[in-house]
């Protein structure tokens, strides 16, 4: 018999088809009369489409120095988020008007960023949520991106073929291998805020794989704004829509985790990327820069998430910089609150520790908390959020076992099974840190089809 | 238009006499003088010492954004507080690791200061002083467990080390994935992280800032537009900081930005494409009501219906008749929307304008009308939303 941790929390309504969950179960899955985006309404349906062209960090530093930063003119894909959710918004596609939201930096060390928004949160009954699965399956009877409106959709994202970024103003939508799309989520946090969708027809749950996290670091690299970030909730850390999907906005300061110190721990060789951890910071988490090619900076992100998942341990993720930083927090909060741990004074703040305020933007929807908020404060909500310093510890033993994994794998597979003698050189976690391997077996590590050949 | 190389002549020839130049030349130090309000924030100004530490000509530099100098091993969120100092017109000191042309990477002391128009109390340029380290202010040190009070630093200094360890930190390797960091004893990775300038060099900074400082201040009296190196002394609110202009600067589009609560909602912000078609210079329509640009022709029906959607604070889109300063007529279409700030609440205008039948090759590519005129807005939206919200003095140490 298993105990299963729940908590209760209004969902975000990202949708304006997205309903209860009792209205949910009755609805028909086929045929409706609405234009949704599901195979009875896509046949013949147009969406713009934007084609990203690749970019290889290192080989392109220079080229993605001219493509990015605030002071060179606007990329296209910035104009065209920009230019797409400014005319939703004059169409009334939105809940409420998020610039009408009082924002403000409190005071302090860090900057963090407070916005009174009262619109945001529904008061309706809260929904169960199921906190101790990081991997679900898809439930198709639960409200998905499928669901919602064609107009809440701005536009394609894919790969150019030829290279070059293309855009087309009309493309048809193929249905058979799926596009990538943007949409909007109509109660936003702050300006611009979009759902990156991956795949959205395949249904895929919420879960990262190399696939999908390299699909949102190249909407980073190519939105070329460094105010511009993507994010991603895992189930268990205040995702709620199991269906999977990044989130973007715009804020014009940095964010308050963006100026924390870091204290550098390693560079993956085969992938050229620096993982470092941050310091005096309330929460604990590590971050990924550098890269030979994005590609590489991705998967070791991915590699990352992968065994958190497989590991059953809820994470967020902050895509920032242009793509060139990448924040990982694993976070333990939603447990907590499951366990009746979390103070009702925090809980009534109704603030749920995603992403976004793990980054440092709160945004809270009683006036009285705006107003008294402090650091202090912030600081103390996001403490609660943190993996303890022991568990944190444990946690960056099992990723780097995971990543050296994968990343010798690959080297071995390359190489050939002959240099398989020359492995005692290859970076492992020992090394790293001095310590034996934890409990647990190897297979029950890492998911996936790796299997784990460190030489010990 | 003037083309961006005249823009900057004239960024140096407005505000300082003619001399000014020769007598920057003389001073050794290394140093740049950039100006926020050209698009790009490019560089200005490089003096020869500045020219000699990093190897590229003063054609090559000028006209150029300081991040050409950065590297895959330059640290990011140096990279982010001097974004940020720049956006709150402040002073800055920090370590950065630069690049010379011949793609040797060096660290220096980096010292930026804004320099302020005594009238209005905006930043008109900022200055950056480099002193390339020598190293001797570094500490060698293990990886402590408990952060102490400052990044441990692991290494030597010598640059020829820097150059080395830096090879790894993602830079373009066609080498193999062979172990190129050595390892101590103590199992501490010794890869370069960060470089302290010691007493001397600060001082040296701070003596350099100070003498270009004067010289600056010296021959902007003769043109009396004075600067100072300090804000404050102003009277009058400045229009938008360099931050605002910076962001703005961005937009491609011809749009304006009007102040709503100002007596006869004056032009607080005119983009380098408003100026293009219209044919005005910046400060000939600063502080200016857009009437100037309605004429003879212009239907005065058209007006009014501005007119009502500016008194009701909404959006509206025409197709009006509007002249150049020569005279010449052209059909705008123009889209103005109110704009919020952080407070929420209204306070601007943007007008943007897209001559009919123009040139298509905007910047917009394959964006309609319509979505170029909602991408000036959401962008200006997005930029003033942070307007009055520094981030502060906050530096997390």
Known sequence: MSLSLKIKRVPTVVSNYQKEEAEEAGRRSGGCDRNCFNNCCLPGAKLPLYAYKGVDTAADEKALAELEDADIPMAFLDSLVLGEWEDRMQRGLFRYDVTACETKVIPGKYGFIAQLNEGRHLKKRPTEFRVDKVLQPFDGKKFNFTMVGQEEVLFQFEASEDGDAQYYQNAPIDIENSPNVVAINVSPIDYGHVLLIPRILKCLPQRIDHESFLLALHMAVEAANPFFRLGYNSLGAFATINHLHFQAYYLAVPFPVEKAPTKKITILENYGVKVSELRNYPVRGLVFEGGNTLQDLSNAVSDTCICLQGNNIPYNVLVSDCGRRVFLFPQCYAEKQAMGEVSAELLDTQVNPAVWEISGHMVLKRKKDYEEASEKNARRLLAEVSLSGERFQEVKALIFEAIFCSMNKTHITAQGLESLEEDVEVQSAEDLFGMKQEQGSHTAMVTGTHDCLVMQ | ?397
Not at chain 2, 202 to 220: C, E, M
Not at chain 2, 283 to 299: A, K, P, Q, W
Not at chain 2, 336 to 355: D, L, T
Request: hydrophobic fraction near 35%.
């Open chain 2, 1 to 397: 238009m003037e083309s961006q190389l005249a823009l900057i002549e004239q960024s140096f020839n407005s505000r300082y006499s003619c001399h000014v130049r020769e007598a920057l030349d003389e001073l050794p130090d290394s140093f740049t003088i950039t100006d926020p309000s050209i698009c790009g924030h490019p560089i200005v100004y490089a003096s020869r010492g500045f020219l000699k530490m990093c190897g590229y000509s003063r054609e090559e530099v000028i006209g150029q954004n300081g991040r050409i100098f950065q590297g895959p091993g330059t640290d990011r969120r140096s990279v982010m507080e001097i974004r940020e100092a720049i956006r709150e017109e402040r002073t800055i000191q920090l370590n950065l690791l630069n690049y010379r042309k011949d793609g040797t990477p060096f660290w220096m002391l980096f010292h930026m200061n804004p320099i302020f128009s005594k009238e209005d109390g905006t930043a008109i340029h900022f200055l950056a002083v480099q002193v390339p380290l020598s190293g001797r202010g570094r500490r060698r040190g293990r990886r402590s467990h408990d952060s102490g009070t400052e990044d441990v630093i692991f290494g030597s200094c010598r640059k020829e080390v820097c150059f080395d360890s830096l090879l790894e930190v993602g830079r373009v390797l066609e080498h193999n994935n062979s172990v190129l960091d050595s390892e101590d004893s103590a199992g501490v990775v010794d890869i370069e992280e960060t470089c302290e300038a010691n007493e001397l060099e600060k001082r040296r900074a701070a003596s350099a800032i100070k003498n270009i400082l004067s010289v600056l201040t010296h021959y902007s009296e003769l043109t009396g537009r004075l600067v100072c190196g300090k804000r404050g002394c102003c009277n009058g609110t400045s229009p938008l900081g360099s931050s605002v202009a910076i962001s703005l600067g961005r937009i491609k589009q011809s749009f304006v930005l009007t102040d709503m609560h100002l007596p006869d909602m004056p032009i607080v912000y005119a983009s380098d494409a408003f100026l293009k078609l219209t044919g005005y210079s910046r400060h000939e329509v600063l502080g200016r009501n857009c009437r100037f640009l309605s004429g003879m022709d212009t239907d005065p029906s058209t007006l009014f219906h501005i007119k009502e959607s500016i008194r009701a604070e909404r959006p509206c889109t025409v197709r009006i008749l509007n002249y150049r300063k020569d005279g010449s007529s052209f059909w705008n279409l123009l889209h103005i929307s109110p704009v919020r700030s952080a407070s929420g609440k209204n306070a601007y205008f943007v007008g943007v304008q897209m001559e009919e039948g123009g040139c298509r090759n905007q910047g917009g590519g394959g964006l309609s009308t319509e979505m170029r005129h909602r991408s000036t807005v959401g962008a200006v939206r997005v930029a003033l939303r942070t307007l009055s919200m520094g981030s502060g003095s906050s530096k997390v140490e």
